[in-house]
């Protein structure tokens, strides 16, 4: 079989497999999550419904609706994150937590995960490549066009600039890696929130091109922080 993908840093080895949020606005909370995760070189499994919970907390609502990447971030400097196995994700849940609801020893143990710091970075190519060679995965939210849903196996995963415009929401994904295909389309690994079952085993290639017409910013979690 032909190679059709040459990856120059792959990180998707040191994350745990792709969750799925359901119908719910929690992209956010899963992106950051999976960086959390990855920030403490830990496979332990952290939980998206207490971040979720805590970042609505921030934002002031109580509600499914999506939350910002800075205030998911915001969440786990003032309270840390619990891990899935004390509280876990309910896909089907109606709405977040109040905090109120939330049980001390849970409280207590997410205390033990706060992050001193996290940082927004230039949403340029060469920037997130650096960082990803030192290892460091990016978080990114970008405008969900028609050929998002087209990262299947017939199209090798890829998600590409389309031919014309047509917004169907933001969505916020990890970056994990870049390579670029044997025709020299360059383009970044993501770790999406859908399940395995999508994509390439919940990945897909997101070309540079998509990246920099559609993306919202980019964030990362610095060593230390």
């Given at each position: 079989?032909?190679?059709?993908?040459?990856?120059?840093?792959?990180?998707?080895?040191?994350?745990?497999?792709?969750?799925?949020?359901?119908?719910?606005?929690?992209?956010?909370?899963?992106?950051?999550?999976?960086?959390?995760?990855?920030?403490?070189?830990?496979?332990?499994?952290?939980?998206?419904?207490?971040?979720?919970?805590?970042?609505?907390?921030?934002?002031?609502?109580?509600?499914?609706?999506?939350?910002?990447?800075?205030?998911?971030?915001?969440?786990?400097?003032?309270?840390?994150?619990?891990?899935?196995?004390?509280?876990?994700?309910?896909?089907?849940?109606?709405?977040?937590?109040?905090?109120?609801?939330?049980e001390p020893i849970i409280l207590k143990d997410a205390s033990n995960r706060k992050i001193c710091n996290y940082d927004s970075i230039r949403p340029d190519?060469?920037?997130?490549?650096?960082?990803?060679?030192?290892?460091?995965?990016?978080?990114?939210?970008?405008?969900?066009?028609?050929?998002?849903?087209?990262?299947?196996?017939?199209?090798?995963?890829?998600?590409?600039?389309?031919?014309?415009?047509?917004?169907?929401?933001?969505?916020?994904?990890?970056?994990?890696?870049?390579?670029?295909?044997?025709?020299?389309?360059?383009?970044?690994?993501?770790?999406?929130?859908?399940?395995?079952?999508?994509?390439?085993?919940?990945?897909?290639?997101?070309?540079?091109?998509?990246?920099?017409?559609?993306?919202?910013?980019?964030?990362?979690?610095?060593?230390?922080?």
């Open positions: 079989m032909t190679k059709k993908y040459n990856f120059k840093i792959d990180l998707r080895g040191n994350f745990t497999e792709v969750r799925d949020q359901g119908s719910r606005g929690t992209c956010t909370a899963f992106a950051v999550t999976g960086c959390h995760e990855q920030h403490r070189d830990s496979l332990e499994k952290l939980s998206e419904e207490f971040l979720f919970s805590c970042a609505k907390h921030v934002h002031g609502s109580n509600d499914n609706s999506g939350v910002s990447i800075p205030s998911a971030f915001q969440s786990i400097k003032t309270w840390g994150q619990t891990t899935n196995t004390l509280l876990p994700y309910d896909a089907y849940a109606q709405k977040p937590m109040k905090l109120s609801s939330i190519v060469s920037e997130i490549e650096l960082h990803l060679g030192k290892e460091r995965a990016v978080i990114t939210g970008v405008s969900v066009q028609p050929t998002f849903w087209m990262a299947n196996e017939a199209n090798d995963y890829l998600i590409d600039v389309p031919q014309a415009d047509s917004m169907e929401g933001l969505h916020a994904v990890l970056i994990v890696g870049y390579g670029e295909k044997n025709d020299g389309k360059k383009f970044f690994i993501i770790r999406n929130s859908w399940g395995s079952s999508w994509g390439d085993d919940g990945y897909a290639y997101l070309s540079y091109e998509y990246f920099m017409k559609y993306n919202l910013g980019a964030w990362f979690l610095p060593k230390g922080a």
